[in-house]
């Protein structure tokens, strides 16, 4: 046995050797270009032609006109210089229209005239190369490590000062928000900061990243042409606005992080402040546009419209409103990391450092998990002689929660970890805000509830509670959230049909964010009488909003800080919080996340999906895929589930759940636990060996072999090829079989 | 060294593999529903799941598709893209992989001239693969061999045309097993066009039939008013074109039409034009659901094409939301996909659908593309349930649907599929319970019949025995009562005429003379007539809940207590009331007591009906039903009767006076109710008002 290991260990040895003496002979060959290219002589960097080098560190130096303000930043260990601005711009031909001066610009203004603001649909744009530099308005002075450029856009009157400082280990761009002047006939709504910082040009190989649900790469120059460029909010669209329609489903931005990947080296943008009131927005490769890149855009108002007069034919009209001015610090980190082609796991990498680093992520070592989401009651409509009223039913009270963990956990022989769902009168799937934690008497009540506490504890399960501190259907005015317009900001279901509200339903509202804290305080004294048990709020790590009844104002960054205040409390109180496919800012707080997004929205933009979400907080944080059964395709999950080293979902009800057809609960089909409890066993028995082996293991490489055969390795030398295809694949010596996975490294198996 | 070798191997080899018709994709943009026994959309599970758009470098072609509008797959291995914007015909396998393309017609009468069919928007294949192409813009059709050299064009059949001066737009074309060659044209709609292989113009195929709704009924009557130039700017009532057509298998022709008129919707025509499409308990196809939306502004259901494949399934392509229906063969849908947008599923244009090897695929025009859907798990195992329900194979039915039930417990389907299963395995009770659970009523009723008597033949000695006793215990009972009571007949009548309570009894019997007594010896009581009041409302109630299955068409859930209340009670209040009025103007002599008594005590025949009817809806089956209407109209025709004499006994009118009396009271009551809403609506609008002034007051 000694024998062989040796003589492997001396076999890979020679391979490393082997790979280590071609990559020297190939840099050794590669060398004297790069050189070239770069500027490189006798190890020092000659900054580009009549840029003034303003700052120098270990690892890079920052150069810049002391006129425009544009700027260069040359980093050292790589020998790639990013660009402000594309210094091949003004020979492009392909760009057509604003793009042509936008992308040779460092700032993109939006902005609307006053006198437009009750009609206006969509935004006007200014950038600074041609009201500023063109015009000679641009004021560049020297800070420490950097430079203060002010963008004075005359015809507008805007003033835009931001200042660019070299930092240890990355470049960071500041928006001086508070400086900023508006003109008087307009009002600046948005700014789009370095919209083509480090762009590939139509003839560079490379790509973006956007992090778009899980995550997505743009390809350089693919072609696409979307109606509207991509440009979306982070942490999702504002909550406090009407909507009539909704048709097509997206996936939320969750990470404010975007970067521009080329072979060699790759640029990380991070937006460390402001990213609640920020957008990322995409200008890729196509017929009219000659550049690639991908930048952050800060929207310091916000513009809202609503149809008046529906009914009526005749006086149906659009209005709009622009909100006061939000000033927020705004920061964007730029990170240039040493990468390969298409590595994401760099890019993670170095988000997580800085996570860690600065915001206090650490390795939770959660004990991995089956996750099963129970649902206690739901409200019904009865009926009495045909007087509608409120009816509570119970679709798995506490004893059946018991039978379920129990079995569930004897049968996998792993541990579960339970979510109760309607567990208590006031969170009863966000009927009433969860002011006290007072089991149901229906579902068994609180003698009932310590019982499958304590045997959940005997038998190494979890259990945590659900309390959603920011939906509720019925309650006090004073406590919701007001749209622009002065009204309640209604949270409707919409008909999967035809698209409209569906008025048959009442509405959720969202809890003003000065109540935030309030609630969760009597929410925590009131769940103190249980111990052992974790707490779960699904929707405070993932939702954001902003306020603006009068006197009750808050821009969507302050409701960010009371939920990260709130969460802050209450990890305070209990050891174990889950939550629900976190933004970040939470994410921090979770022990377990459920729902961690696994794919992208699916634009036509978009060339390839990557786990990047999974990236970041695999091996840190426990990550579940969605649910199993309500998915798309139940194989398909399981597959993501295990290529990205997630744990499983299931949703639990003990009762039929077919009488909620048709009601607003109808998602949760097919929850019944004796109809998918063999399923859930089967996919247990053969993922939890190497779940256990992976669950604490971050993800250090993620390839894709084929369009369905993607491999990904965890920091233990453990390697899962997924084969996603209908047809089996041969890898190696193994053969993979159609929908199916390979473990490649795990020494214990 | 060997290992990197084989990697570098096994690279080569799962590259090789990939195949542009596939990847991971498992998001979908939408969210997927069906629609539940009310009509209302119900979330259910993803039936195909979108993967990629293959565009023309997947396909491998150099000079890109340019706005292709129909495409074609022979079953086999070939696939045809009638490449419109280019002129041309693309062949590919069926993985959509390059294999060939036609790109000159030579003309007929000059081979070295190329036709062009810029702008066709449709084309077919024969089985010598010679083309059809619809060359709409040029108004004709072009047959070529198959390698493309013209042989034939059609143009124009004038004389069949003579009414009309319309264009011959072909749009779309057909060719059934015997070669002739059907023919849409966008502005004729006649029907199809059917023509001889050898292209002479045979005869009109069917046309859609025209709607005789109320809509035109009321344009009828309209027309009579109007001058002759309103009549000509009105739309003339004409059959709608259809939008496209498929041929099955067995030769019967599918059409569909961009309306929303459900007989046209999809319609499936045998070789005579007759449509013989089987449709379940809904007829409509499409979107059951309104947007709510102002009229001009509201969209439709549109459909723009039709595939049915070997099994039956009948796929629709939906323009008006961009997405694709899946029925089964009798109307019933099974799944729903797609819609317009940027995303993975989403289209810009689509044009046509087909199907291969389950995929369906969607060609789209504007974006140049063919997006590919592959079916999941959920919808095979439909597939597979539904074709075994089909070709009455019920050996392991149970067990499929059990599985879709497991997959989607919001759906009815699986229930109905169980009760036929059961049903035809003869075990009837079941077939009830789940034909209950999926809202088939006349299923029910079958399953029911057949339940009825097996449970006759096996308990006719129990049944005859009770009724035997029953007989006995009644014969006993009366026998006794007559020794205590001799000529107990004229006592119980007596008694019925002495006593208030039961007078009604007596009036049923002896209208006139009961009235005029009741009139003149003031023998009415309210109490009575109040109670019998309520017991018609007690009475409607119980028919609400407890009508057999098969006769009650209401949900418990439907019941609204205020409803109830008005269509007996209110209605009882509005007609005396109105009565009442009425009697001052034409001199009547009934007080409001009198009418009251009247009104109230004529109902009694029609309560007992109701309450017979109830009894007997849970023991008869569909069609018996005949016996419960005989049993409604008696009860009416006692009841109407006892009213009309009763009134003419108290108001003392002539027969015809009491009939205009009651005709009169009718009107009453209706100019009551109108007046009434006429007040609710006017408030409603002050209400409207008033919110838009505070509306408008408060954002301007």
């Not at chain 1, 048990?533 to 954001?544: E, H, K, M, R």
């Amino acid at each position: 046995m000694r024998g062989e290991k040796v003589l492997k260990k001396k076999k890979t040895y020679r391979i490393f050797s082997l790979v280590f003496l071609l990559i020297i002979a190939v840099s050794v060959l590669e060398n004297p270009i790069y050189a070239q290219n770069n500027n490189l002589e006798n190890g020092s960097y000659i900054p580009y032609d009549g840029y003034k080098t303003v700052a120098d560190n270990k690892l890079f130096s920052l150069s810049a006109d002391m006129e425009t303000g544009l700027f260069t930043l040359y980093q050292k260990e790589t020998g790639k210089s990013w660009h402000s601005t594309p210094i091949d711009a003004e020979n492009d031909k392909i760009s057509k229209g604003p793009v042509k001066t936008n992308v040779r610009s460092q700032i993109v203004a939006e902005y609307i005239y006053r006198s437009d603001e009750s009609h206006a649909e969509t935004t006007q744009s200014a950038n600074s190369r041609s009201e500023c530099i063109n015009s000679g308005s641009v004021k560049v002075e020297q800070v420490t490590n950097g430079i203060r450029v002010t963008y004075c856009f005359e015809t507008v009157g805007f003033e835009i000062p931001v200042v660019y400082t070299l930092e240890s280990d990355y470049l960071k761009a500041e928006i001086e928000t508070e400086k900023i002047k508006e003109g008087k006939d307009s009002y600046l709504m948005a700014i789009n900061l370095l919209p083509a910082f480090g762009a590939g040009n139509s003839e560079d190989d490379g790509s973006l990243f956007v992090p778009d649900g899980c995550g997505a790469l743009i390809h350089f120059n693919n072609g696409v042409s979307m109606k509207q460029q991509y440009d979306e909010y982070v942490y999702g669209d504002d909550l406090a606005q009407n909507v009539d329609e909704k048709s097509n489903l997206t996936e939320t931005i969750r990470l404010p992080v975007f970067a521009t990947i080329t072979s060699g080296s790759s640029l990380l943008g991070v937006i460390t402040e402001g990213a609640a009131l920020s957008s990322i927005s995409v200008i890729n490769g196509n017929g009219s546009c000659g550049y690639n890149a991908v930048s952050a855009k800060l929207h310091i108002r916000q513009l809202n419209t609503r149809v008046m007069f529906a009914n009526n034919a005749k006086n149906k009209r659009a209005i709009s409103r622009v909100s006061a001015i939000q000033k927020t610090s705004f920061v964007v980190r730029y990170y240039p990391i040493k990468s390969d082609e298409n590595d994401v796991c760099s890019l993670a990498n170095c988000y997580r450092s800085y996570l860690e680093n600065e915001k206090g992520l650490k390795k939770k070592n959660t004990m991995p998990a089956l996750n099963v989401d129970l649902y206690g009651s739901v409200d019904t409509v009865g009926h009495f002689l045909g007087i509608p009223y409120t009816k509570k039913s119970v679709l798995t009270s506490f004893d059946q929660a018991r039978n379920i963990i129990e079995v569930l956990s004897d049968s996998t022989e792993f541990s579960v970890s339970g979510r109760y769902i309607g567990w208590n009168n006031s969170g009863v799937l966000n009927n009433k805000l969860p002011k006290n934690a007072s089991p149901l008497s229906s579902l068994g009540g609180k003698k009932k509830l310590k019982k499958l506490i304590n045997q959940v504890k005997r038998q190494g399960n979890s259990l945590s509670l659900e309390g959603d501190m920011l939906y509720f259907r019925s309650g006090k005015n004073s406590n919701s959230v007001k749209t622009i317009f002065g009204q309640f900001a209604l949270q409707y279901d919409y008909l999967p049909s035809v698209f409209v509200t569906n008025q048959n339903r009442t509405p959720l509202r969202l809890l003003t964010p000065g109540k935030i804290s309030e609630i969760t305080n009597r929410f925590l004294k009131s769940f103190s009488q249980f111990t052992d048990v974790g707490i779960s709020l699904s929707t405070l790590g993932n939702t954001c909003y902003s306020e603006y009844a009068d006197g009750r104002e808050k821009t969507r960054e302050n409701q960010m800080q009371i939920c990260v205040e709130a969460l802050g409390k209450v990890s305070k109180e209990i050891n174990s919080i889950t939550l629900e496919a976190t933004n970040d800012y939470a994410a921090l707080y979770a022990d377990r996340i459920l729902n961690a997004p696994v794919t992208s929205s699916g634009y036509a933009l978009f060339d390839e999906d990557v786990p990047f979400y999974q990236m970041v907080f695999h091996g840190y944080i426990a990550l579940s895929v969605p649910a199993m059964i309500q998915s798309a395709e139940i194989n398909d999950n399981f597959l993501m589930a295990v290529s990205t080293g997630s744990e499983l979902l299931y949703t639990a009800s003990y009762n039929s759940v077919a009488f909620l057809s048709g009601t607003r609960y109808d998602g949760i089909y097919g929850s019944e636990f004796s109809m998918w409890s063999q399923d859930a066993i089967d996919k247990m028995q053969k993922y939890s060996g190497l779940l256990k082996n992976i669950s604490n293991e971050t993800i250090i490489g993620y390839t894709s072999l084929s369009n369905e055969v993607f491999k990904t390795d965890f920091e233990n030398g453990v390697s899962v090829i997924v084969n996603y295809g209908n047809s089996e694949v041969k890898f190696k010596e193994s053969i993979l079989p159609a929908k199916d996975y390979l473990i490649i490294g795990d020494d214990k198996k | 060294m060997k290992k990197i070798l084989i990697t570098f191997f096994t690279v080569i080899v799962i590259m090789g593999m990939v195949i542009p018709v596939s990847a991971v994709e498992s998001f979908v943009p939408y969210k997927t529903y069906e629609y539940n026994t009310q009509e209302e959309s119900v979330t259910a599970p993803v039936g195909y799941l979108p993967q990629n758009r293959i565009y023309s470098d997947d396909i491998g072609l150099t000079l890109s598709l340019n706005n292709p509008t129909d495409m074609i797959f022979d079953g086999k291995d070939t696939v045809y893209i009638l490449d419109s914007g280019n002129s041309r015909i693309v062949i590919t396998d069926k993985d959509l992989h390059y294999k060939t393309s036609i790109d000159s017609f030579p003309s007929l009468s000059d081979r070295t001239v190329s036709e062009k069919f810029t702008g066709a928007r449709g084309f077919a294949i024969d089985s010598e693969g010679n083309f059809y192409i619809a060359d709409t813009d040029k108004n004709r059709i072009i047959i070529t061999s198959p390698s493309g050299e013209v042989e034939r064009i059609i143009t124009r059949p004038n004389n069949a045309l003579q009414s009309t001066d319309s264009p011959f737009d072909v749009t779309k074309i057909l060719i059934d097993k015997k070669g002739r060659i059907y023919a849409i044209a966008q502005s004729i709609n006649l029907g199809a066009m059917v023509f001889t292989p050898d292209g002479e113009f045979s005869n009109f195929f069917g046309s859609n039939e025209i709607s005789t709704t109320s809509d035109i009924i009321i344009n009828f009557i309209k027309r009579k008013f109007m001058t002759k130039k309103q009549i000509a700017g009105m739309q003339k009532v004409t059959p709608v074109t259809f939008s496209n057509f498929c041929i099955d298998d067995d030769g019967f022709i599918y059409t569909v039409t961009g309306t929303t008129d459900e007989k046209n919707m999809v319609r499936c025509l045998n070789f005579a034009g007759k449509n013989i499409l089987k449709n379940s308990s809904s007829n409509a196809f499409g979107d059951l659901e309104w947007d709510r939306k102002l009229s001009e502004e509201s969209v439709k259901t549109s459909l723009q094409d039709i595939f049915v494949d070997s099994s039956g399934f009948i796929n629709l392509l939906d323009s008006a939301r961009g997405r694709i229906f899946q029925y089964s063969s009798d109307g019933r849908l099974l799944t729903e996909f797609g819609l317009y947008g940027e995303q993975v599923g989403c289209f810009n244009s689509p044009c046509a659908i087909m199907e291969i090897d389950e995929k369906i695929l969607v060609l789209d025009s504007v974006e140049n593309c063919i997006h590919t859907f592959a079916p999941t798990e959920y919808i095979r195992d439909i597939h597979t349930a539904v074709s075994k329900l089909r070709d009455y194979k019920f050996e392991g039915s149970l067990e499929s649907w059990e599985k879709i039930l497991h997959k989607n417990t919001n759906s009815t389907f699986p229930y109905y599929g169980m009760g036929l299963t059961y049903d035809a395995k003869g075990d009837y009770a079941s077939a009830m319970k789940y034909f209950k659970l999926a809202d088939e009523h006349e299923l029910y009723s079958n399953s029911f019949a057949q339940y009825r008597k097996s449970f006759l033949q096996t308990h006719y000695l129990q049944i005859i025995g009770v009724i035997l006793l029953i007989a006995t215990a009644v014969i006993i009972t009366t026998s006794i009562y007559r020794k205590k009571h001799k000529d107990s007949a004229f006592k119980g009548m007596q008694r019925c005429e002495s006593s208030s309570w039961l007078y009604p009894f007596y009036t049923l019997f002896h209208p006139v003379d009961g009235f005029e007594q009741l009139k003149e010896k003031n023998k009415g009581s309210y109490s009575v007539a109040v109670s019998i009041v309520l017991i018609w409302f007690l009475i409607e109630t119980l028919s609400f809940f407890r009508t057999g299955f098969i006769f009650n068409v209401y949900r418990a859930s439907d019941y609204n207590f205020i409803v109830s209340l008005f269509q007996t009670v209110g209605v009882f209040v509005l007609f005396t009331v109105s009565n009442w009025a009425i009697s001052t103007l034409f001199d009547g002599k009934g007080r409001l007591k009198e009418i009251v008594c009247v009104v109230a005590y004529s109902l009694v025949p029609l309560l007992v009906a109701k309450a017979i009817n109830v009894v007997l809806s849970n023991v008869l089956s569909v069609n018996e039903g005949a016996f419960m209407n005989i049993v409604s109209i008696l009860g009416i025709v006692w009841t109407a009767l006892i009213l009309l004499l009763g009134l003419y006994s108290v108001h003392q009118y002539s027969v015809s006076g009491t009939v205009i009396s009651i005709a009169v009271s009718v009107v009453g009551m209706i100019i009551i109710i109108f007046l009434g809403i006429l007040f609710y609506t006017l408030i409603q609008q002050l209400l409207d008002f008033i919110a838009s002034l505070g509306d408008e007051l408060a954002l301007r």
